[in-house]
């Protein structure tokens, strides 16, 4: 995790004050680039506890097209709650707390259809882009025609950014075949990031990109590979800035590893088929999230 840290320090120290969109204020620089070898670890910080748990529940939300909270709730996953409680708070001008929003989103199917809705976020763009499947068309394709370099998937669509609850900050991936000597074939992934919220929601990606090359690679037969991440607006906001001094303070323990159960098809994975093995971590570091 030494790669991550020393990203993070040198936003730390080399990033400009830059005003933001939620009014925060942010330390950021533009451009960087991080890559994770799979065959050593699975990136899960170790310098703080990272919830493994709502990583698993947003990445199969995505896989299965879900654009609506209503799932993640149900699983106590609050982390898409912030955007439609605002949105419901602005509308109505009623002071409901985000307990009172989530249980009304849980009991009532229809306040849910009306303000537990998302838009045509990520999950809507894998799998129903324009009416392409994207993920299923990702699958075929690794396995038939693996050095194909057209491998890659889009959450960026111009015509719908507007009507999403948030424009996709991580908004494309690509894979990658490579042979071998004396081994299976590996799966790598790069993917790209237009705004990164460094202390929170970097180590989300990381470790949710990581189970989707898992994921992908149990599906076609590969062993994961590589893992790159290349940011443009890589920023820490103002309010984390301690709790990032903190974190470089402390010393990384060694990474955890990962199994999967093989599932029928990649859209059929539950969280009982994924297995995190010897996570070792520091306590957590809460910090407020910038809507």
């Known amino acids: ?82 955007w439609p409680l605002r949105r419901y708070r602005e509308a109505t001008g009623e002071a409901i707390s985000q307990d009172d929003f989530e249980q009304r989103i849980c009991d009532d199917a ?35 025609n693996p050095h194909s370099r057209r491998h890659l998937v ?46 929170l929601g970097l180590p989300f990606n990381m470790a949710s990109y990581a189970l989707l090359t898992h994921l992908l690679a149990d599906q076609t037969g590969y062993a994961p590979g590589m893992l790159h991440f290349s940011g443009g607006n890589c920023h820490i906001y103002e309010n984390h800035r301690e709790q990032v001094r903190t974190q470089l303070q402390r010393t990384p323990y060694a990474l955890p590893t990962l199994t999967v159960d093989t599932a029928p098809s990649l859209f059929d994975y539950t969280p009982e088929h994924i297995h995190l093995h010897d996570y070792t971590h520091h306590p957590a570091l809460p910090a407020p999230i910038a809507v």
């Open 1 to 82: 995790m030494q790669t991550y840290l020393s990203y993070l320090s040198r936003i730390l120290h080399e990033g400009t004050r830059t005003p933001d969109r939620t009014g925060t204020g942010t330390l950021s620089v533009f451009g960087a680039h991080l890559s994770f070898d799979l065959q050593q670890g699975f990136p899960l910080l170790t310098t703080k506890r990272v919830w493994m748990r709502g990583i698993v529940a947003e990445l199969l939300w995505f896989l299965d097209g879900g654009t609506n909270i209503c799932p993640l709730v149900e699983q106590g996953v609050s982390i898409w709650t912030d």
């Open 110 to 144: 229809d306040f849910a259809a009306e303000w537990g809705e998302l838009g045509p976020v990520y999950g809507k763009q894998w799998r129903n882009f324009d009416g392409v499947d994207q993920l299923a068309r990702l699958v075929e394709g690794l396995r038939f």
């Open 154 to 199: 889009s959450a960026w669509h111009p015509a719908q950014v507007d009507a999403m609850a948030l424009p996709p900050c991580h908004y494309a991936f690509q894979c990658h075949v490579e042979s071998v000597p004396d081994g299976p074939d590996r799966l790598s992934l790069m993917w790209q990031q237009r705004s990164v919220d460094s202390f």
